[in-house]
């Protein structure tokens, strides 16, 4: 697409994530995004629900568009993009007496700094290594700016729920999470991405996934029970 700005994907895959699934099938999303609308997309959701995944994907497939190779998906619409930053995972660099947090700062820094409204941004977690309303406050301005300052396209995933309610105040920015479904104490992740925001995260019963201790998890259950009741 050398004459607009939309990016348009219909049933993308991750190539790599794909070619590794032995006895599942691999659940393909679409993607949506332009300089206008459609600049941002907040993606909530449980850890291990393809959150990450969704976002590599997109990245892959405009980088593969770009050096003219094949794409994996049923169709791409691909704008031309100057850079794709990406803020991802997390890393400290004691030799430099760089905490995770400050090198996630520094990153993000350089993708603000770097950044233009042709640019693909990929952001994962931003803010999570400090205090919690530090952390949110950082995350919310930073997507202020980047939606109505530099105007890139942009995936966003976070467990700040409360950054869902940008899409009502800011033009450009709309909620995407992804589905599960409940099974008593359980959940089946579903890997589709859908419009709206999650309303909680899931972690307890992930941690569960993992093989945290019954004991641990019951324990859990009541602080989170405990601590909604003091915010209410």
């Not at 994907?9 to 393909?28: A, C, Q, S, Y």
């Not at 291990?48 to 568009?65: E, N, P």
């Not at 406050?137 to 869902?164: C, D, G, N, P």
Request: contains cysteine; proline residues 2%.
């Amino acid at each position: 697409n050398t004459h607009g700005t939309e990016l348009k994907i219909t049933e993308g895959r991750h190539p790599v994530v794909e070619k590794f699934l032995k006895n599942d099938v691999f659940v393909t999303n679409d993607t949506c995004l332009d300089t206008n609308e459609n600049r941002t997309m907040i993606i909530t959701g449980p850890n291990m629900a393809g959150k990450s995944t969704f976002m590599r994907q997109v990245a892959l497939i405009v980088l593969m568009t770009h050096i003219g190779s094949f794409v994996p998906a049923k169709s791409a619409l691909v704008p031309i993009v100057d850079k794709i930053f990406t803020r991802v995972g997390a890393n400290d660099d004691l030799t430099l007496n760089q905490s995770t947090f400050m090198v996630e700062m520094v990153e993000i820094a350089a993708i603000m700094n770097g950044a233009t409204s042709k640019s693909l941004i990929l952001l994962d977690e931003v803010g999570r290594g400090t205090a919690t309303f530090d952390g949110l406050s950082i995350a919310w301005a930073i997507m202020e700016h980047i939606t109505e300052k530099i105007r890139a396209k942009t995936l966003f995933a976070t467990h700040y729920h409360e950054l869902t309610e940008l899409e009502g105040m800011i033009s450009g920015v709309n909620n995407y999470c992804i589905a599960v479904k409940e099974q008593g104490d359980n959940i089946v992740f579903l890997r589709k991405i859908i419009q709206g925001g999650a309303d909680k995260s899931y972690g307890i019963q992930v941690a569960k996934l993992a093989g945290v201790p019954d004991l641990v998890i019951s324990r859990a259950k009541e602080i989170v029970e405990e601590l909604s009741d003091e915010d209410i």
